[in-house]
């Protein structure tokens, strides 16, 4: 992992530092999260992409045209986990 120098106005640090204590968080983090996003991740999109295809190929649901699960079906899945 790599480390990175910025160089912050002292008041708007002050205050970043107090809104990230609030939150229960550092500015570091705040930081890290805001880069990872602008950044864009690139796994968490394709996943997203995966999951949305794989979810229009499947079948099963509840409209007409999909799966229905008796009572019986559902509360015997529940149990099993």
């Known amino acids: 992992m790599a480390n990175l120098t910025l160089t912050i106005d002292d008041e708007v640090l002050k205050r970043a530092r107090i809104r990230a204590i609030e939150t229960d968080t550092s500015v570091n983090a705040v930081v890290r999260d805001f880069l ?4 864009g991740d690139d796994r968490s999109e394709a996943a997203l992409h995966r ?3 794989t979810a229009e190929a499947v079948a099963a649901g509840s409209q007409r ?10 509360h015997d ?3 099993l986990r």
């Open 77 to 79: 899945r529940a149990r």
């Open 51 to 53: 999951f949305a295809d």
């Open 65 to 74: 045209e999909g799966r229905s699960w008796t009572r019986e079906e559902l």
């Open 36 to 39: 990872e996003r602008y950044a």
